[in-house]
């Protein structure tokens, strides 16, 4: 690694350069041998990792030029899972130039095959009707061990407001990571750090004619971890969000970002211009929806409940549309919309009744940012209507999920910040709070009889609420009927494999303030034990969590979890006529900040009953909090193991 001082006397050109003759210096097969050993399981690794950054003052506009190189060295046979590669483009990326090639180790230097085919393909995702994103997908041929692929290419941003960060860190070691930023002295740059360790990251600015110039490098970058469960990358590899606070556009200084006031004046400019006349037909549906509500939080519900059950989300991304909603009118009118659409028109709804409600930008827990900390358009993906019963109090309207009731906000905004539109000029940052699980709550009760030798006879009734309900809601939306008995089967399953279910009936599917209610009969075989007189019974029909430990040894991330919840079982066994009860397992109990349980059992008569209650308390479990995880699953594992004793009565 270069001293820290040589990289702040060196410009872009000259460092570029000695990046490149040291590269050079190295023999393929000397290269190839240096970091095989260096990253013995790697099947790859990124010699060079870099984007090199032009911002631009065209006439009216601030413009990025963002130049991306990445040269991967090829280390094991495996890589060539690495040979299909693609470059994304949109209308606020756009792909100017895009060369690739690979370098076929020789004696003493690379011989260089140029790709020469790029297939060009709108992006297609999942849920999304429409997005002008396109994908430019290419194959670097003859990937070997020790050959290198190198990709080149230019993005233009006509808006540098939209810029992404840049990160130090991908799913492949990376020897050398760099972001050059150069722009002229009337832009005015900041930069926030997210996950970067003390030292990993140096820093250099250098002032060179009209420009400056702000350089980021990181050496000997090891492999960013995959495991199942976790948050997003965002969450916790090093990585680097620039934005531009102020630039000199026709000899005037104009602010682009920098804070909230920045940032919402870019968004208010999105919505200034909509619904400048009221709909008559959306008014006559608002009357008829509101007449005979006694208050305005149950005129709200009503308005609330109807977008959710007749304006079909579709996502739409094109452009600036990605940003600006339609007027309320045309999405009634289109019973469709993507979030902003729908928002916008509850909004719009809401204000016909006299109302308080705002248009609120907002980001799901996919992005881990706080507005407080950067204020860019990154920081929220999402728009949603928020209304305000009383002065301070909010109550946050996502009728984009169908089936979460008023009263909650979705999933996947809990304790996000929520930036609502006041006015024209003037917002506000709230929190959304997080629901408690006695929220998000499943409470099962049933009777259990021995059927046969071996076998159990049960029914009873599954009641879901809260996130619980809304998530098996969907689930079931729109199933045939063989679908749905497989999908109430892997609701309801325990014992066994062999568990069958005889009957079962399903209500309140659409009704978002009552539970979701299964009735259910099932027969469970070969799961009783017998030996000689003697019959082992265990209630713990369900032993979720049994196998959950963690290995904080092989666990470097964190978990992730959509939200709090709790569990209630109630299992009544009846005692067969004939057999008396010689051991009863002893109620127990284990609880931590982020799982508990209890386990309790009763003697009534010729019955047992068993009552057990499970929490789960986190969004996120940290590493730090493994310990305690795995010591309220051993003691729940220790629990589960504990069984009913049966004995034959003497004649």
């Not at 909509?274 to 008559?280: A, I, R, S, T, Y």
């Not at 795995?630 to 009565?649: E, H, M, T």
Request: hydrophobic content about 35%.
């Amino acid at each position: 690694m270069k001293p820290a001082n040589l990289y702040r006397q060196l410009g872009g050109l000259a460092l570029a350069l000695l990046l490149a003759l040291s590269a050079q210096a190295q023999q393929p097969l000397q290269l190839l041998q240096q970091l095989k050993q260096q990253y013995p399981t790697e099947p790859a690794v990124y010699l060079d990792y870099r984007q090199d950054v032009t911002v631009e003052v065209k006439g009216d506009s601030v413009q990025v030029l963002a130049r991306h190189r990445y040269d991967m060295l090829h280390l094991g046979s495996q890589s060539a899972m690495y040979a299909p590669d693609q470059v994304y483009t949109s209308h606020f990326n756009r792909l100017q130039k895009l060369e690739a090639r690979t370098l076929l180790p020789a004696t003493n230097d690379y011989k260089p095959i140029k790709v020469t085919e790029f297939k060009d393909k709108f992006d297609i995702r999942p849920g999304v009707f429409f997005d002008d994103a396109r994908i430019v997908s290419f194959t670097y041929p003859a990937v070997a061990p020790g050959a290198r692929t190198v990709c080149d290419y230019t993005i233009r941003q006509p808006d540098a407001r939209f810029v992404s960060p840049f990160y130090f860190a991908s799913y492949v070691p990376i020897r050398h990571a760099e972001l050059v930023i150069t722009a002229p002295r009337g832009v005015r740059i900041n930069a926030k750090q997210f996950h970067i360790p003390e030292g990993l990251v140096t820093y250099t600015r250098q002032e060179k004619g009209s420009n400056v110039i702000y350089r980021w490098t990181a050496e000997n970058l090891p492999a960013a971890p995959r495991e199942a469960d976790a948050p997003e990358a965002a969450y916790y590899l090093p990585h680097l969000a620039y934005f531009l606070e102020e630039a000199t556009v026709n000899g005037q200084p104009r602010a682009l970002l920098g804070g909230v006031k920045e940032l919402y004046s870019l968004y208010s400019g999105f919505v200034s211009g909509l619904d400048k006349q009221e709909n008559p037909a959306l008014r006559r549906v608002v009357d008829s929806l509101t007449a005979g509500a006694r208050t305005e939080p149950e005129r709200v519900a009503r308005i609330y409940y109807w977008v959710q059950d007749h304006v079909r989300y579709i996502a739409f991304e094109n452009g600036l549309r990605g940003f600006i909603p339609h007027d309320a009118g045309r999405v009634y009118a289109n019973r469709y919309g993507d979030c902003k659409d729908m928002a916008n028109l509850l909004h719009e709804m809401l204000r016909m009744t006299g109302a308080k409600a705002y248009r609120t930008w907002i980001g799901t827990r996919d992005l881990p940012y706080h507005y407080a900390e950067l204020a860019t358009p990154g920081v929220d993906n999402h728009m949603i209507t928020t209304y305000e019963p009383r002065p301070g109090e909010y109550v946050f309207l996502d009728a984009t999920s169908k089936y979460t009731p008023y009263g909650m906000p979705s999933w996947m905004i809990q304790g996000k910040d929520a930036l609502l539109a006041l006015d024209g000029t003037t917002c506000k940052v709230v929190s959304v709070p997080v629901m408690e699980r006695q929220r998000n709550r499943t409470v099962d009760s049933s009777v259990v009889v021995l059927d046969g030798t071996t076998g159990l006879r049960g029914s009873g009734r599954l009641a879901l609420g809260g996130y619980t309900k809304v998530r098996q809601a969907y689930a079931l939306d729109g199933l045939n009927q063989a679908e749905e008995a497989k999908l109430v089967k892997g609701l309801l399953e325990r014992g066994n494999n062999k568990f069958f279910v005889d009957k079962y009936a399903v209500q309140h599917l659409d009704a978002r303030d009552q539970p979701l209610v299964v009735d259910y009969q099932y027969r469970l075989q070969d799961y009783v034990q017998r030996l000689d007189d003697e019959v082992y019974v265990n209630l713990n029909l369900d032993q979720t969590y049994a196998t959950d430990r963690l290995d904080p040894s092989k666990r470097r991330l964190a978990r992730t979890n959509d939200y709090y919840h709790t569990t209630r079982t109630r299992t009544e066994f009846e005692v067969p006529t004939g057999y008396e009860v010689t051991y009863l397992p002893a109620s127990t109990q284990g609880q931590a900040a982020v799982l508990g349980f209890s386990i309790r059992y009763e003697r009534q008569g010729n019955k047992i009953i068993q009552e057990k209650e499970l929490y789960v308390n986190y969004l996120l479990l940290e590493p730090a909090q493994f310990g305690q995880w795995n010591g309220v699953v051993d003691k729940l594992n220790a629990a589960y193991r504990d069984a009913i004793i049966l004995k034959r009565k003497k004649a």
